[in-house]
């Protein structure tokens, strides 16, 4: 057998089922505040309170089984019907009962009418009808609406994880091809490069799972890559990492600023003459500015031709589902120099 909390309209809050019962209760009791002869009293105990039963009950036969059952799946007819078998059930009832308490309630100093009798519950019945239409309803429409928030919001979740186990493969990729570099050079810095990755590979497996992190731990991921490419660059490439305010006083998602950087690295250095890659990070505010310039250099001969992969076209997508309407990016490419300048309003 169901409890009161499992019936469906009752179990969407704890505290529903109270909220009904002291609507129903205070229905009862407050017109009796208002009667003052004993006799008056004892009419209504009698004679008001069962025309409120019967208003109930076609309230919660409508709200708890004709709206779930058939209106609310668009079995018009069907609902209709059971609407008008409801009524002549509870005008049946109210002629029985009036029947059965001539003896013991002056009904009105009236004759006993079957019409008037059959007719007399059909106004708090349609109140009944109106009340639990419009409750039972309107409550399907929250509940419709809170659904489809919570679909869009697991979608949105669903999306961002995906776009997140993205990033990790592909950066850590491309820092293995730089250790593999050092590597074949013999250099005596690939030593410090495994120590730099294993830094990194802590922040993106421990603190990466967060959905925010401090942007302090972000520039400080930042600055362990831009160290582990300074390792394998030669000294002709100059990288200008700047920070200005306090990073620390905010969060942002993790490994999202880390695309515009790789992406720098990736077609900003040249291996013939002189390149230069400028990061800057600057908090005013609630606002983050982020700006990374570089100069385009051309492949080395031989080198397959490089697309700008996921990275870019990742970042971008992520920034429009965690930050729409509360950041601007602009990206900027004349050929010799290509920019990206990142605003997010915290």
């Known amino acids: 057998m169901k409890t009161m909390e499992e019936i469906p309209g009752l179990r969407s809050k704890p505290y529903t089922l109270w909220i009904h019962v002291l609507v129903w209760v205070a229905f009862l ?13 004892e009419r209504f105990m009698i004679m008001g309170w069962f025309l409120q039963f019967l208003m109930a009950c076609y309230f919660y036969y409508n709200y708890l089984y004709l709206i779930p059952h058939f209106l609310l799946r668009k079995r018009l007819p069907e609902y209709f019907l059971m609407l008008l078998v409801g009524l002549v059930f509870i005008s049946g009832l109210n002629i029985i009962f009036i029947i059965s308490t001539a003896d013991l309630v002056e009904h009105h100093h009236h004759p006993f009418s079957f019409w008037r009798t059959a007719l007399f519950p059909i106004y708090p019945a349609v109140m009944a009808f109106a009340l639990s239409s419009t409750l039972r309803i309107t409550m399907a429409w929250f509940n419709n609406e809170r659904q489809k928030k919570e679909m869009e919001a697991e979608k949105l979740s669903s999306e961002l994880a995906f776009l997140k186990s993205q990033v990790n493969p592909h950066f850590l990729f ?27 590979m802590r922040y993106m497996l421990q603190d990466s799972k967060d959905e925010k992190v401090s ?32 990073p620390d006083l905010y969060s942002i998602e993790p490994l999202l600023l880390i695309p515009f950087v790789e992406n720098a690295f ?64 602009s990206i900027s490419d004349d050929g010799q120099r290509y920019e990206v300048v990142l605003n997010i309003n915290f």
């Open 29 to 41: 009791l407050v017109p009796l505040l208002f009667i003052e002869s004993a006799t008056g009293r």
């Open 266 to 329: 990736k077609h900003g250095v040249s291996y013939q003459g002189s390149s230069v890659i400028e990061i800057h990070l600057q908090v005013m505010g609630k606002a983050l500015l982020f700006r990374v310039k570089n100069n385009i250099a051309k492949p080395r001969e031989g080198a397959a031709e490089q697309g700008s992969g996921i990275g870019l076209k990742n970042v971008t997508r992520r920034l429009e589902l965690l930050y729409p309407g509360k950041h601007q990016l």
């Open 174 to 200: 491309n820092i293995l091809n730089n250790i593999c570099s050092l590597a074949r050079k013999k250099s005596d810095e690939t030593e410090n490069a495994i120590i730099k990755l294993s830094q990194i």
């Open 215 to 246: 942007l302090g731990k972000e520039v400080e991921y930042l600055q362990s890559y831009i160290e582990l490419q300074r390792l394998r660059l030669p000294e002709q490439v100059k990288i200008d990492f700047t920070t200005e305010g306090q």
